[in-house]
């Protein structure tokens, strides 16, 4: 076998680049003996074992597991993968797969001939092919961290080196032109599963070089659902390196895009695996009625994809509950919680538990709480919801009575103007479900422009009852919420709804000055109490 030259057999030997290779087209040495050094006789194994390759210490050593057990990382992928950036400052891993420690027997008296593989026993019918391929040491230590240190070892005992190199057939295509690529610094490659079968193998061989091309082609191809996915799926120690990681950026913006409404595409959603679950929930574009709707939708979703209860319960606790804000979620919701079976007891109790606390604490120490958990978990932080927040007093005894409370700040009152309306999220008198209205519209008789409120019914109920019914807003200078306007309806079917068109008998303008009674630090306070009444009394 011919070698290039003695002084060109191991250009790099520092790790660094040699310019004499970049921008350079070498592919006429690919497989030429003539302009080779080494022989790399490559065997071909059955696809449920897999070889990965790792240097460590000078030396070679290689591990192989399940290929189906790879490709299900995403149930060890941890929250960090949905974060703004990765948890890594390097561009590519500097070993691949670094949790392969297995020593390679000492090479001992065959000189010039190493064999990369592990001294575990190992299933040899397993091979099904073998390649002889020539290749440059020096063009592939330039290339591949793998190589490189590879070649560093067999060169201090001999010019040439023939080693033996062990892949899965499913990574035979994929390793072939990643050896092209170190060669010509291209690819003629298109399709993302074929680009991200290279990049899995460029991950795992350190060619970092290859790893920023596939990536710059994927990001340039127009994503779609499919490629999203297939991006969520890499192994979460490829995907939050520094180099893939504007991948998973583009997967998870195309999710949200698509699917923020989760209440128009539940579907759709009910097929989504559990990688692209988590990088929609993780968003904060997401627009829900309010987060009792978003743990519906999170426990349909769990039960239908896990039917087993022990498994969907592992999913719920690791995987999905650190996205739900439970401290937003009403008192209803959160007792039918406790008793739900698909936690455990105790991982309900301190949510139920936590989720009470921080609803009977004031705003300002709630605010404490969101600022001290922010770096760690947004349980405290809430989200944005189509449905404006409310808090809502519920009373049993003597009598069903709910007590609520709207807060308007006065950027949200101004944003009304000329004809907008913000509806509460959803409360309950007894068995029955309300909301509240805030709205801009015209007097009927002063035609102007004024500040309407209601309360209404958002789901059609065919029962006949009777409410009691007061309007109150705090009012400056004793901060005390005074009535303006209280009476009783009787509810006989339907989407009814009862209110006051013209809330402060003032136009619009009135309304909005700065020095308003009812604005107090630029907040609107309103306070609506509702009591169940029999059609008898």
Not at 151 to 165: C, G, P
Not at 486 to 494: A, E, L, Q, S, V
């Amino acid at each position: 076998m011919n070698t290039i030259n003695n002084n060109t057999n191991l250009i790099v030997m520092d790790g660094s680049r040699n310019r004499d290779f970049e921008d350079s087209d070498l592919s006429f040495a690919f497989n030429n003996s003539s302009f080779s050094d080494s022989i790399i006789q490559l065997k071909i194994m059955k696809d449920d074992i897999e070889v990965f390759p790792n240097i460590k210490n000078g030396s070679t050593s290689a591990n192989h597991t399940s290929h189906d057990k790879r490709r299900r990382e995403d149930m060890q992928k941890e929250n960090d993968l949905l974060s703004d950036k990765p948890d890594v400052d390097d561009g590519v891993l500097c070993e691949p797969q670094k949790d392969a420690n297995v020593e390679v027997p000492a090479i001992g008296d065959e000189v010039g001939n190493a064999d990369v593989t592990a001294n575990f026993h190992m299933d040899y019918s397993a091979v099904v092919k073998e390649k002889t391929l020539y290749v440059s040491s020096s063009i592939l230590a330039e290339k591949s961290s793998f190589f490189y240190k590879l070649f560093s070892n067999r060169m201090k005992e001999s010019k040439q080196a023939h080693i033996t190199v062990r892949i899965t057939a499913s990574e035979e295509a994929p390793f072939m032109e990643l050896l092209k690529f170190m060669y010509n610094d291209s690819l003629y490659v298109t399709s993302p599963p074929r680009l991200m079968d290279i990049l899995m193998v460029a991950d795992k061989f350190g060619v970092a070089s290859c790893m920023r091309y596939c990536i710059r082609i994927l990001l340039n191809i127009p994503i779609t659902l499919e490629a999203a996915l297939l991006y969520l799926d890499l192994p979460h120690s490829v995907l939050m390196t520094e180099v893939v990681w504007p991948l998973a950026i583009a997967a998870k913006k195309y999710l949200v895009a698509r699917y923020k409404d989760v209440t128009k595409h539940q579907e759709e959603l009910m097929r989504l695996p559990l990688a692209g679950i988590m990088a929609l929930l993780s968003s904060d574009e997401l627009q829900v009625a309010s987060e009792d709707v978003l743990y519906d939708f999170v426990l349909m979703w769990a039960q239908t994809q896990y039917p087993s209860l022990e498994e969907r319960r592992e999913i719920l606790r690791e995987k999905l509950i650190p996205f739900i804000l439970f401290p937003y979620m009403t008192f209803r919701k959160l007792k039918m919680i406790r008793s739900c079976n698909d936690f455990e007891d105790e991982v309900t109790s301190k949510l139920v538990l936590d989720a009470l606390y921080f609803k009977v604490e004031g705003p300002q120490q709630n605010r404490i709480l969101a600022a001290e958990s922010a770096s760690t978990s947004r349980f405290f932080i809430e989200r944005s919801y189509k449905y404006h927040p409310i808090k809502v007093v519920e009373f049993e005894h003597p009598q069903q009575q709910c007590v609520v409370y709207l807060d308007l700040r006065r950027e949200e009152c101004s944003n009304l103007f000329p004809s907008g309306q913000v509806c509460s999220r959803p409360f309950h008198l007894g068995s029955h479900g309300f909301f509240l209205s805030a709205h801009c519209n015209m007097d009927p008789q002063s035609s102007y422009h004024c500040f309407g409120l209601c309360f209404g019914m958002y789901e059609n109920d065919s029962t006949n009852f009777s409410v009691d019914y007061e309007f109150d807003v705090r009012s400056r200078p004793t901060l005390e919420y005074i009535c303006k306007f209280k009476g009783n309806f009787i509810f006989t079917g339907g989407r009814e709804a009862v209110g006051f068109k013209n809330f402060f008998s003032a136009p619009w303008t009135s309304f909005m000055e700065e020095d308003n009674l009812y604005f107090i630090n630029d907040v609107l306070y309103l306070k609506v109490e509702l009591t169940m009444r029999n059609l008898l009394d």
